[in-house]
């Protein structure tokens, strides 16, 4: 059997001398890996960085096989990052992502489109990637059925100054019924409500505060609850943002 789709490049690793097993995104099958003959070819290499747009034709004698590609080079999305590190840890947190959390063969139009119009935007020449980053990870969270609610306080129904998250239901909450509780809240930044921060000192600030707080949901349901780690390319995304805003030094 065989079929022929679009993806999206998520990891490579060797398999014997020359070849690769390559990890795709595809637009109508999936998270789907295939071997790759040659793959470690000097040609090869450069079609199977992470986050290259292929044309990839499957083909296996079953389908629960692993079965072979053939990839063909759409475009090149990772290479314009690579003088740019904050860029560069944000496609590799992304694809580490997918990679690891979604569960193989299993169809998501919507995050195909969505991953392939986030790794776009990275080379957008500014920071306006970032919050679009953090609304991505958002919406992993909803293709894996685990969305958040922050259109209204989970304590009073209210839509008014919603400023936290609760760890335990993903609903936002109002400051004032959050207000006892909120060392045992997430901050909820008001981008991700539509609100526009008053200064770039507070964009920093509610960049990060979206990175807590879809990393805290992100690891309790798709990583934690199966005893697996948080992919070490997410780290290195906050860490390397976070010594860019100046709160770590190094």
């Given amino acids: 059997m065989d079929w022929m789709d679009q993806g999206l490049v998520l990891s490579v690793r060797r398999h014997g ?62 290479a314009p990052l690579l003088p740019h590190a904050d860029r560069l840890a944000a496609l590799g947190a992304l694809c580490a992502l997918v990679d690891t959390g979604l569960p193989e063969r299993e169809h998501h139009p919507a995050l195909f489109d969505n991953t392939a119009a986030m790794i776009t935007a990275l080379d957008t020449g500014d920071d306006s990637w970032m919050p679009y980053y953090v609304q991505w990870e958002l919406d992993f969270l909803r293709e894996l059925g685990f969305g958040l609610d922050l259109s209204r306080c989970a304590a009073t129904g209210g839509a008014e100054e919603l400023v936290y998250v609760s760890p335990k239901s993903g609903c936002a909450v109002s400051r004032a019924a959050g207000a006892p509780y909120r060392d045992r809240l997430l901050t909820l930044p008001g981008f991700l409500i539509g609100e526009a921060p008053d200064d770039p000192a507070n964009t920093q600030a509610e960049i990060l505060d979206g990175l807590s707080l879809t990393g805290y949901f992100i690891d309790k349901h798709v990583y934690a609850a199966h005893d697996r780690p948080m992919p070490q390319a997410r780290d290195r995304l906050v860490q390397i943002l976070r010594r860019r805003f100046g709160q770590i030094s190094g």
């Fill in 17 to 78: 001398e020359s070849s690769v097993v390559a990890t795709l995104l595809t637009a109508g099958h999936g998270r789907h890996a295939g071997l790759v003959r040659g793959g470690q070819s000097r040609r090869l290499r450069g079609v199977l960085q992470p986050g290259n747009l292929v044309s990839a034709t499957w083909r296996a004698r079953l389908e629960e096989h692993l079965g072979s590609f053939a990839l063909e080079l759409d475009k090149s999305l990772a």
